[in-house]
């Protein structure tokens, strides 16, 4: 992956944090590596524990953010989450997918939340 794009995806990251603490969610964990794959933020809203995948563009010429969390990155995400789970750090609490996607414009970041994007 180029610089540029880590780069932006870094961005994308911090903009979409930023939204959602915005919006009352408590902030637990970012970028968490896990032998199965990567989550990039993990929330907590109420009793809710909330993987989050974050998509960045700079444009829509290839589809919208959102539209890159394919069946097989969905699998990924729930399998690193399953193992998350599996540490016993968040017990009482009831899992949720959500997808945070940025879109790069001129004006600042333009953001979409899609709550309970998908399921196990």
């Known amino acids: 992956m180029s610089l540029a794009r880590q780069s932006l995806g ?3 990251e911090e903009c979409a944090g930023a939204f959602l603490e915005e919006q ?4 637990l964990e970012r970028n968490v590596r896990t032998p199965l794959g990567e989550i990039d ?3 907590r809203q109420g009793r809710t524990l909330v993987f989050v995948e974050v998509k960045t563009r700079r444009t829509t010429a290839f589809g919208v953010p959102q539209a890159a969390v394919t069946p097989r990155k969905q699998r990924q995400i729930i399998r690193a989450a399953q193992w998350c789970l599996g540490r016993g ?4 609490l009831q899992p949720r997918f959500d997808v945070v996607a940025v879109l790069a414009v001129a004006s600042g970041p333009r953001i ?3 709550v309970n994007a998908f399921t196990l």
């Open 10 to 12: 870094r961005w994308g």
């Open 89 to 92: 750090c968040y017990r009482g």
């Open 24 to 27: 009352g969610f408590e902030l």
């Open 112 to 114: 979409e939340h899609i």
């Open 41 to 43: 933020l993990i929330a």
